[in-house]
């Protein structure tokens, strides 16, 4: 291919990468959750005081809802919140931006990779194109997810370690371990396999490192020493631990207790080995682990509806023939050169198994770009095989099929996400909280139903709250009692303190047996999704 058409295919992959990552922002998801609204207002909060929502002073995790969020989205999300004010666009917009320039890094990291095989330019082109239209990358870069940020430096961080091998400079060694350390910062899951992509980054270049000691010490030390600072806050992990199976044992242990008392009362020792509870976590973590590669949940479910487009899973059903001969090409004849690459999709799932409710796309979004480089090598290869350039217009049709799959996909997406889901990105908040700031200074009193997820965050972020005046007020710490109020509105279990003239806001139409409509937000099929009511 000649330069200029690669620089103008190169420069349109990236723009309409860009564009599937920005175009209705803060329309599309319309409405956000509950984590969203916590990454916001904990950004306006720190940009405007310095301090989180329990006014704490530039903290390395936010307590929020006590799940300790890690620091870097909330720090980098003060700039656009600055730029662009408190609002969906503005707090969506690091995840966004930083998975628009993941793109470049695919292609980057692809192309050094493989930088002395003649395919390296047009795999890497391929792979950036793959990645650019992935429903995978393109649903948690539109949303303010960590994860897609925490990928961003494990991209940045890989490519620099391997540049740096490629130019034997050592500069790129000591920014790239710097960045894989940041990615623990970002999320959880990173913690896990941003270690064990270090130390493969050292194996993968020993040739290079085995005269060279000191700079492994150095490399080393850097690494520790930056990841020293969560490693000895055990709340920066709270969130991780909380959503282990292991920590969630009742109905996973419910059954291999009765069993195993049944065996120790018979005798049988096997019985016993296998009903264990240790046993039992093995097998857990195995089951786990080998959904993540179950094609019904990479093609065609997902997991939860946030974490796919209706109707789609995370890959395009198109590319699978091209993934699997992909595979086989780089184990026969690159293996040498592909095999941080195996390492990577076999080390991806490795925190998400731990979890209750395995396969988790968010959690194993670290698997990208591995797939989508898969797949490039598998079309390049199925091409290059056939010489005859009339047999290549057979091609028509796998790539007919994949504009189908693309086309369906953007369909779903932009058409579907705000009807068929409305339900779990939960709807109605956002119209809740701004009708209850309409009572402020009437002498009326809002009470939020308990059945609400954290609506006093809705309520702060939607109404562009004052953090100073809110912390002044005692912050969320307020949030520990049953029924705590933030000036008019009351929230949690706070049923017992309506009186005659109070607003009650109800999820659905749960009237409480009383009450005049005043107004209702309803779900495209008409059902109620919030109900004002005045007691």
């Avoid at 974490?307 to 090409?329: C, R």
């Avoid at 080390?347 to 988790?360: E, R």
Wanted: with cysteine.
């Amino acid at each position: 291919m000649k330069n200029k058409w690669f620089l103008i295919i190169f420069v349109l992959v990236f723009l309409v990468g860009t564009f599937l990552r920005f175009y209705q922002l803060g329309a599309i998801p319309a409405s956000m959750d509950w984590d969203e609204v916590s990454w916001g207002y904990n950004a306006y909060s720190i940009l405007l005081t310095g301090k989180d929502e329990y006014g704490k002073h530039l903290p390395m995790s936010f307590q929020a809802f006590g799940d300790y969020k890690q620091p870097v989205y909330v720090y980098l999300d003060t700039i656009p919140l600055a730029l662009f004010g408190l609002t969906a666009y503005a707090t969506r917009f690091p995840s966004a931006f930083l998975g628009s320039l993941s793109i470049l890094l695919v292609f980057f990291l692809t192309y050094e990779l493989f930088l002395k095989y003649k395919e390296a330019k047009i795999v890497a082109l391929l792979s950036m194109l793959f990645f650019a239209i992935s429903p995978w990358s393109i649903q948690f870069s539109r949303l303010a997810f960590e994860a897609n940020v925490g990928l961003f430096f494990i991209l940045l961080g890989t490519w620099l370690f391997i540049r740096g091998l490629n130019l034997k400079q050592t500069w790129y060694f000591f920014v790239g371990t710097f960045f894989l350390a940041l990615s623990a910062y970002t999320y959880h899951s990173d913690k896990l396999f941003a270690p064990f992509l270090f130390i493969v980054l050292i194996l993968y270049g020993w040739k290079y490192f085995v005269t060279k000691k000191n700079l492994i010490i150095g490399l080393v030390l850097l690494f520790c020493f930056c990841n020293i600072f969560w490693v000895i806050d055990s709340r920066t992990t709270a969130r991780g631990r909380g959503v282990l199976f292991t920590s969630n044992t009742t109905t996973l242990l419910a059954t291999p207790i009765n069993e195993l008392q049944y065996d120790k009362e018979q005798g049988d020792i096997i019985g016993e080995i296998v009903h264990n509870r240790r046993v039992v976590y093995i097998q857990e973590y195995i089951i786990n682990y080998l959904d993540h590669f179950n094609p019904n949940w990479l093609y065609m479910t997902g997991d939860n509806s946030r974490h796919h487009t209706p109707g789609i899973g995370n890959l395009y059903l198109a590319n699978l023939p091209f993934l699997l001969l992909g595979i086989f090409y780089l184990l026969r004849y690159r293996a040498s050169a592909s095999w941080i690459l195996f390492f990577w999709m076999l080390a991806a799932p490795a925190a998400s198994a731990l979890a209750v409710d395995a396969p988790n796309a968010d959690r194993s979004l670290i698997f990208l770009p591995t797939w989508q480089i898969f797949e490039a090598f598998g079309w390049w290869w199925a091409v290059s095989l056939v010489k005859d350039k009339k047999m290549r217009l057979l091609f028509l049709l796998p790539i007919f099929l994949l504009i189908i799959n693309v086309v369906y996909y953007l369909h779903q997406y932009f058409v579907h996400t705000n009807t068929d889901v409305q339900k779990d990105w939960q709807y109605g908040y956002k119209e809740a909280a701004l009708f209850a700031d309409q009572y402020r200074n009437s002498g009326n009193r809002v009470v939020f139903d308990k059945s609400f997820e954290q609506p006093y965050i809705f309520y702060l972020f939607y109404n562009k709250y004052d953090p100073s005046q809110y912390i002044v007020s005692g912050g969320s710490y307020r949030t520990s009692k049953a029924c705590f109020t933030i000036n008019h509105v009351y929230f949690g279990d706070c049923l017992n303190q309506i009186r005659t003239g109070d607003i009650y806001v109800a999820l659905g139409s749960d009237s409480i047996g009383k009450g005049n409509v005043l107004k209702k937000v309803l779900y495209s099929t008409g059902d109620p999704a919030v109900t004002m009511y005045q007691q």
